[in-house]
Nanobody, 126 residues
């Protein structure tokens, strides 16, 4: 059974940092692209970042380039999202998601992910 479990969300002031973690199980990490997708109230889901588990290639949305860093520890089947210089527009529920990396062009659009975690809330106060 595929499982994705996020952790690390919380409340932070503008300009602060958070690190999200996604522990993955039930599939071969190297065969998947693992990404972070966020959804703010009243808005559509937005792909934030993605890492190809096979070769470590990373992708970022323009809105987070230079501020967020995605990384993976294949030995631990865990993906991280380091978020720096947070602003109130980053407030959202952040989901970890996965899709076989050969099933889609990378980075995947949110609807192209096959598996999802339960989400973790990130709130940035001004």
């Amino acid at each position: 059974e595929v499982q994705l479990v996020e952790s690390g969300g919380g409340l932070v002031q503008a300009g602060g940092s958070l690190r999200l973690s996604c522990a993955a199980s039930g599939f071969t990490f190297d065969d998947y692209a693992i990404g972070w997708v966020r959804q703010a109230p009243g808005k559509e889901r937005e792909g934030v970042s993605c890492v190809d588990g096979s070769d470590g290639t990373t992708y970022y949305a323009d809105s987070v380039k230079g501020r967020f860093t995605i990384s993976s520890d294949n030995a631990k089947n865990t993906v991280y999202l380091q978020m720096n210089s947070l602003n109130p527009e980053d407030t959202a529920v952040y989901y970890c998601a996965a899709v076989p990396h050969l099933d889609t062009l990378l980075p995947p659009r949110p609807y192209e992910y096959d598996y999802w975690g339960q989400g973790t809330q990130v709130t940035v106060s001004s």
